[in-house]
Every structure is written in structure tokens, then in C-alpha cells.
């Protein structure tokens, strides 16, 4: 242990005991009340201690929490997306920002899939339906869509994205893959296209797997919508805002497109009353694709086994900013942490 007098790791909101057990075995810990700004910049201020580490599950980490704790290192964002983080900040600040980008990715993956058989196959309507004593009518008047032989346009060839990709394509899904930051793919079954636009116009299902940036906002707004085939489905398991929901609405609403699957909103979380829930053919989850108790383990685990890296001076295997690294702004005392 350091010189440093007191040096604990303050949790916004508990993450799974196994993990928070890891730290506590190295390291004391202190659990915030309410993972708001005001509640994580009164833990990260108090005379007791002094903050080395703050880990976080959806809360937001603006410059002003993290200016707010001088013997702040590193801050562990518990899950993929770096947006409610400061990176910018943090990096200027000499903080480093590690998160999980590969712990959730089956279950992100899995949940698309379920997407994928329930838009096809009706699921939903017809249990509810058959158990209303319609079954029979049902079985006249409506039929199943195969997802052998369809396309599959998957944007964002990331961990996620990828790892759908390679489960898809043994149901027999033909895949298209659209992403800038990707030169080729990894497996000989994706066939990389040059253009969105192009996806967007092939694609019999559409599939959002991109972080949110400034470039990615309203990625998908009306002029995307409108290149997309009438029989074509969208999914977003990514970030709501990737996805214009007034372009989206309009767009379903003049049956432009065959309907949707959503797990994320503009809003999160999702709120209780929006346009797109009047839509029979609009299926939607809570922001829940990456909420197993498989993948929160691992979420935690990952999250914990990073941020102690970092604490002990060795290069995390997911850090965010490497800069601080590169450039040797790492706190002066962080190697002597843990």
C-alpha cells in the first residue's frame, strides 16, 4: 500500500458482490447513497478517505465529478458505453477509463436473435391470440416469415456486432456488414459493403451495433429509413439516439418499413408512454438485452479485475483513454496503490 493515506474505491451503486468482494479483498470500498452527481461528489470529497478509484453502472460523469477528488485514478464504467463519461476529461485530468466491451456480448447477441425469431414469427400476437380462442382463424389468415436465406445488414462490426454476426449466419442468415473502423471482417461469411446506404437498401433485417458519438447520432433518420425495403425490419440494441424515433414513427406509420425491435429509446430509462407502442408491429424490451445473470457477472468481474490493474500500475486490458498512458500522465502515486 502507498503512502497515501485512506485510499478506497467508491461504488456509485453495488455491482455483483463476487466483484465487489474481489476489490474488497485488496482494497477498503465505500457505496455511495444515490449514484447522482451531487451524492458522488460529496463520497469522493469526504476528509475520511481519500478516493483512488469510482466505479459506475449508468450514472453520468461529467468534468465536474471527476475535478472533484484531487487522488482520483481511474474511473470503472460497468458495461460497454463510454458516453455518460467525460473521456475527454478524465484524459486531461490524468484519470483512466476502463470499461467491459466483450462481457455482454452474448447476451446482447442472444437477445438480438430472440428479436430476430419474434419479428418473424409473431410470437407475441399469436400466444396472445391463441389463448383468446383464436387459433384457428390465425392459422387461415396469417403465415411465418423464415429467416433462411434473408439478409441480415449488421452496423458496427464490434465485439457485438461481429459475434452476431457468427450465430446468425448458422441459421442460414446471409450477412452484410457495414462498419468504417473495420477494413475486413474475420470471417469469410460477412460480406463488408463500403456505404450505410448500401445496407440499408439490401438488408431484409437491419441491426445497430454502434457506440453513441457525435456521428452516430440520429445515424438512422428519415433519409435511411426511406432506403430501407418495405419488407425490412429494424432493430436497435445499440443507443436510442443512434435512431431518430420521429423519423421511425412517420416512417412506420406510412408503412415504409415492416417494423421494428427496439431495446433502447432517446429516454432510458424507457418511458412509460411513446408513439411507438401503438404499433402492433413494434416490439420492444426495456433496455434489458445485456441483463443476464451470466453477463452481469461477468460485467462485474471484468470491471473489477480492470480497475485493480490499474491501481496496480499494469495496463488494463480495456482502457479507454491510452493516452494517459502513452504520455505518462498517470497520477505519480498510482503504481503504488494497491
Same mark, same amino acid.
Given at each position: 500500500?502507498?503512502?497515501?493515506?485512506?485510499?478506497?474505491?467508491?461504488?456509485?451503486?453495488?455491482?455483483?458482490? =463476487?466483484?465487489?468482494?474481489? #476489490?474488497? *479483498?485488496?482494497?477498503?470500498?465505500?457505496?455511495?447513497?444515490?449514484?447522482?452527481? =451531487?451524492?458522488?461528489?460529496?463520497?469522493?470529497?469526504?476528509?475520511?478517505? $481519500?478516493?483512488?478509484?469510482?466505479? +459506475?453502472? /449508468?450514472?453520468? +460523469?461529467?468534468?465536474?465529478?471527476?475535478?472533484?477528488?484531487?487522488?482520483?485514478?481511474?474511473?470503472?464504467?460497468?458495461?460497454?458505453?463510454?458516453?455518460?463519461?467525460? #473521456?475527454?476529461?478524465?484524459?486531461? &485530468?490524468?484519470?483512466?477509463? +476502463?470499461? %467491459?466491451?466483450?462481457? $455482454?456480448?452474448?447476451?446482447?447477441?442472444?437477445?438480438?436473435?430472440?428479436?430476430?425469431?419474434?419479428?418473424?414469427?409473431?410470437?407475441?400476437?399469436?400466444?396472445?391470440?391463441?389463448?383468446?380462442?383464436?387459433?384457428?382463424?390465425?392459422?387461415?389468415?396469417?403465415?411465418?416469415?423464415?429467416?433462411?436465406?434473408?439478409?441480415? /445488414?449488421? +452496423?458496427?462490426?464490434?465485439?457485438?456486432?461481429?459475434?452476431?454476426?457468427?450465430?446468425?449466419?448458422?441459421?442460414? #442468415? $446471409?450477412?452484410?456488414?457495414?462498419?468504417?473502423?473495420?477494413?475486413?471482417?474475420?470471417?469469410?461469411?460477412?460480406?463488408?459493403?463500403?456505404?450505410?446506404? %448500401?445496407?440499408?437498401? @439490401? *438488408?431484409?433485417? =437491419?441491426?445497430?451495433?454502434?457506440?453513441?458519438?457525435?456521428?452516430?447520432?440520429? &445515424?438512422?433518420?428519415?433519409?435511411?429509413?426511406?432506403?430501407?425495403?418495405?419488407?425490412?425490419?429494424?432493430?436497435?440494441?445499440?443507443?436510442?439516439?443512434?435512431?431518430?424515433?420521429?423519423?421511425?414513427?412517420?416512417?412506420?406509420?406510412?408503412?415504409?418499413?415492416?417494423?421494428?425491435?427496439?431495446?433502447?429509446?432517446?429516454?432510458?430509462?424507457?418511458?412509460?408512454?411513446?408513439? &411507438?407502442?401503438?404499433?402492433?408491429?413494434?416490439?420492444?424490451?426495456?433496455?434489458?438485452?445485456?441483463? %443476464?445473470?451470466? *453477463?452481469?457477472?461477468?460485467?462485474?468481474?471484468?470491471?473489477?479485475?480492470?480497475?485493480?490493474?490499474?491501481?496496480?500500475?499494469?495496463?488494463?486490458?480495456?482502457?479507454?483513454?491510452?493516452?494517459?498512458?502513452?504520455?505518462?500522465?498517470?497520477? @505519480?502515486?498510482?503504481?503504488?496503490?494497491?
Amino acid at each position: 500500500m502507498s503512502n497515501l493515506v485512506n485510499p478506497v474505491v467508491i461504488f456509485a451503486e453495488p455491482i455483483h458482490p =463476487v466483484a465487489m468482494e474481489q #476489490i474488497g *479483498s485488496l482494497i477498503p470500498y465505500h457505496i455511495s447513497k444515490d449514484p447522482s452527481e =451531487v451524492a458522488m461528489i460529496n463520497a469522493l470529497t469526504t476528509k475520511q478517505y $481519500n478516493p483512488v478509484a469510482l466505479i +459506475v453502472r /449508468g450514472s453520468l +460523469v461529467p468534468r465536474s465529478v471527476l475535478e472533484a477528488c484531487d487522488t482520483l485514478c481511474v474511473i470503472g464504467r460497468h458495461g460497454v458505453g463510454l458516453n455518460t463519461v467525460d #473521456i475527454d476529461a478524465a484524459t486531461e &485530468l490524468g484519470i483512466g477509463v +476502463v470499461n %467491459t466491451p466483450a462481457a $455482454n456480448k452474448i447476451s446482447v447477441v442472444e437477445h438480438v436473435l430472440g428479436f430476430l425469431f419474434c419479428l418473424t414469427k409473431n410470437y407475441i400476437k399469436w400466444n396472445k391470440e391463441t389463448k383468446a380462442g383464436c387459433g384457428t382463424q390465425i392459422r387461415k389468415e396469417e403465415k411465418n416469415i423464415e429467416l433462411e436465406g434473408k439478409l441480415l /445488414g449488421i +452496423v458496427g462490426l464490434g465485439n457485438i456486432g461481429l459475434e452476431l454476426a457468427l450465430r446468425a449466419s448458422t441459421l442460414g #442468415i $446471409n450477412i452484410l456488414a457495414y462498419d468504417p473502423f473495420t477494413s475486413n471482417a474475420e470471417a469469410s461469411n460477412i460480406e463488408m459493403v463500403n456505404s450505410l446506404d %448500401t445496407l440499408l437498401r @439490401k *438488408s431484409d433485417f =437491419v441491426s445497430l451495433h454502434v457506440p453513441l458519438t457525435q456521428s452516430t447520432t440520429h &445515424l438512422i433518420a428519415k433519409k435511411e429509413l426511406d432506403l430501407m425495403k418495405p419488407s425490412a425490419y429494424l432493430i436497435n440494441a445499440a443507443r436510442g439516439k443512434v435512431v431518430d424515433e420521429n423519423a421511425l414513427v412517420e416512417a412506420l406509420r406510412l408503412n415504409k418499413i415492416a417494423g421494428a425491435a427496439l431495446d433502447v429509446f432517446h429516454e432510458d430509462p424507457a418511458p412509460k408512454v411513446h408513439p &411507438l407502442y401503438a404499433f402492433d408491429n413494434v416490439l420492444v424490451t426495456p433496455h434489458i438485452a445485456a441483463r %443476464t445473470e451470466e *453477463s452481469i457477472l461477468r460485467v462485474s468481474e471484468t470491471v473489477a479485475e480492470n480497475v485493480i490493474a490499474f491501481l496496480k500500475g499494469n495496463h488494463p486490458t480495456y482502457l479507454a483513454n491510452p493516452d494517459i498512458w502513452k504520455f505518462r500522465k498517470i497520477k @505519480k502515486y498510482n503504481a503504488f496503490v494497491i
